[in-house]
């Protein structure tokens, strides 16, 4: 298997697991190392180092949206050697507020498990504001 198709596969794997909610079998895809660079000026914000707090950070927004927030990816992986880019849509609700928005994810497959992940919002500062700070 080519690198390409290698991290085709593992980014597949990932959006359809994180669209349909298995998060367990997303986390599952995730380099004991992982890098994970959330945008942005909220409480969710930063690098996170580690599957642990990229699961932390995960469950901490489903439970701010009681479970309302939803990735979908809306076009297939774009790849690049052990790169892969997707289109996605996000949304949810929480305390009255809500948000829908687009984005695209990067992520870095090495070993065939994501290596590196990067985040980008349609409104860095829509996004902010909903999620808030801590």
């Known amino acids: 298997m080519t690198e390409s198709s290698t991290t085709a596969k593992v980014a597949r794997q990932y959006y359809e697991a994180m669209s349909s909610g298995d998060i367990p079998t997303a986390t599952g895809l995730f380099a004991a190392d992982i890098k994970w660079h959330q945008p942005g000026g909220h409480r969710f914000a930063g690098l996170k180092d580690g599957p642990a707090p990229v699961g932390e950070m995960i469950g901490g927004q489903m439970a701010l949206t009681a479970g309302t927030f939803k990735l979908e990816f809306t076009?297939?992986?774009?790849?690049?050697?052990?790169?892969?880019?997707?289109?996605?849509?996000?949304?949810?609700?929480?305390?009255?507020?809500?948000?829908?928005?687009?984005?695209?994810?990067?992520?870095?497959?090495?070993?065939?498990?994501?290596?590196?992940?990067?985040?980008?919002?349609?409104?860095?500062?829509?996004?902010?504001?909903?999620?808030?700070?801590?």
Do not use: C, T, Y
């Open 75 to 134: 076009g297939g992986p774009m790849v690049n050697g052990d790169l892969a880019a997707f289109p996605v849509h996000f949304s949810g609700e929480r305390e009255g507020a809500s948000m829908s928005m687009d984005g695209i994810d990067v992520l870095r497959v090495e070993g065939g498990k994501i290596a590196e992940m990067w985040l980008f919002s349609a409104d860095q500062d829509a996004e902010d504001a909903f999620w808030g700070q801590a």
